[in-house]
């Protein structure tokens, strides 16, 4: 009898258990979940949406968790590793004053090459984000300027002709006047994209020529070759 009775529990704790873990007729839980705290973090996960996964918490756990902020922002001074897009990591080293503009405009140079793909890239930014302010041709002619609410805006290929690319990025960084800094909205590479288009409208809009593989041809080098020709 005895040895029975040492059978015989383990054996209905067993189906016991069973039973209560296959008894879940929805696909998507887990089923009962023995010592959850081994595979679901009390730290908050980034990618965890604490206020939607109803099997793994409570009510009361996601009314609570929906107040934690899991998106940290980086320590101060951190730069992103990325050894592909380092030209676009670093900080911005001007300040925000007239030296510091005029220092941009002096010394500052585009991490990119003038191709075709990076004038069209930074055509479609121009077309979503400046627009209504500069006009699509760039003379300050948009729809804020047409109904009056900001005034003023210069034309690229006018006043702004000969306007250095380290100005252009100074003043999308930090803005300038009525034009609010782009900086949350453009990354660097896009700062320095929709500054290829803007080089095109200062032109007048007259796209560079490109040779086969789509990198714009030196204007210098073109002029050297009419001179050749001429001579
Ligand atoms: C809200 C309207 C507005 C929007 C949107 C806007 N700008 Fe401007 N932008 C201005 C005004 C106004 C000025 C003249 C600022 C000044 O000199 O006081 C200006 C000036 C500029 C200049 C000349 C800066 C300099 O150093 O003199 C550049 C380049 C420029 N904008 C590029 C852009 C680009 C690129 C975008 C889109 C990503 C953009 N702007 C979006 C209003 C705007």
Redesign the pocket.
Known sequence: MKMHSKHVLPIAALTLVTVQTGCVTDPNSPGLEYMPDMYRSAAVEAYVDYGMDEYAFGWAEQAEQRLVQSARKPVTGTIPFNPEAKAFVMPYPYPNTPVG?EAAGAELQSPLATTQAHIEEGKA??TQ??T???GEKGEGD?A?SRNGH?Q???S?SAK?KD?PVG??Y???TYG?????S?AS??DQRDRWL??EY?KVLQNGGTMPEFDEAGNAVEPAAAGAEATAMNS
Not at 176 to 180: C, D, R, T
């Open positions: 503009y930014i121009y984000m400046c209504q302010c500069h948009g804020l900001i003023g805006i210069p690229y702004l306007l100005k252009m100074h003043t999308l300038k006047g009525l034009m609010g782009h909205q453009l929709v500054i803007i």
